[in-house]
């Protein structure tokens, strides 16, 4: 735990690496919802996101997904290759829920007719706006021809990702990416856990995600543990 710390983020912190190429991520306890004005620190949310996102990514991996992910160390860090993030979150949806329900006026729980996929500005202070691909290639967050490449990797994923829980009996509702710049590609990088994912029995609907947070619905992490356990026995 002497690394320097280069980014202490709302529930990760980005520490140097190993070499020049990398850097170590660490996962915390805190979560936060609502751009930081929710916070609390739950005991073993950081071993249990570390552990998810890590299955997840070795499977995208496993399938031709290419990622920062380079080793796990232990149970709340790994050594992730250094990028450069884009700062547009990729946020994809198969059944209505959460700000889209809200901004729409679609009832949660809605299957969509087909796949939605937008962008939102990495921005706590301005709220995570969403943003439209004029808008980011006009203020020069990303170009064209990485918004597309984005895209595309976002719903290969998406499909690969919707196998995989499907077969743990879990309904992959939405869920949101980050993206980062290295040596000329664009990689997926961030975490992929039930914070940034909304993941729900197939059977009950019960949330299996940090709605339960930000909701105030009760234990948060038995949903985690549940992700976790029925990962391990499918990924
Ligand atoms: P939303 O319905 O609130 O826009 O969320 C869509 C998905 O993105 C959901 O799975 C939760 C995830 N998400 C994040 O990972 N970070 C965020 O800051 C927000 C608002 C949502």
Not at 5 to 31: F, M, N, Q
Not at 32 to 43: P, Y
Not at 202 to 230: H, M, P
Request: with cysteine.
């Amino acid at each position: 735990m002497s690394e320097k710390i280069i980014y202490e983020g709302k529930s990760k912190i980005v520490c140097e690496g190993p070499d020049s190429g990398s850097y170590i991520l660490r996962y915390k306890d805190t979560a936060t919802a609502f751009d930081g004005k929710k916070k609390e620190e739950i005991s073993g949310k950081g071993v249990l996101n570390s552990a998810i996102s890590n299955l997840i990514f070795e499977y995208l991996m496993k399938n031709g997904i290419e990622t920062h992910l380079i080793k796990v160390i232990d149970d709340t860090s790994a050594v992730v290759k250094k990028a450069e993030i884009v700062m547009v979150e990729v946020i994809v949806r198969n059944v209505a829920a959460g700000s889209f329900s809200k901004k729409y006026g679609v009832p949660e729980g809605t299957a969509l007719k087909n796949i939605t996929t937008e962008f939102s500005l990495k921005s706590d202070e301005l709220g995570d706006p969403m943003i439209n691909d004029s808008q980011i290639t006009a203020i020069g967050i990303a170009t064209a021809d990485e918004l597309s490449l984005m895209r595309a990797q976002a719903l290969k994923i998406n499909e690969l990702l919707c196998a995989l829980f499907s077969k743990m009996g879990i309904k992959l509702v939405d869920f949101k990416l980050e993206f980062g710049r290295t040596s000329g590609r664009i990689i997926l990088c961030d975490e992929i856990s039930p914070d940034s994912c909304r993941f729900w029995d197939s059977a009950t609907n019960k949330k299996l995600d940090k709605d339960v947070f930000r909701r105030d619905l009760g234990d948060v992490l038995e949903g985690y543990r549940e992700v976790l356990k029925r990962l391990e026995n499918n990924a």
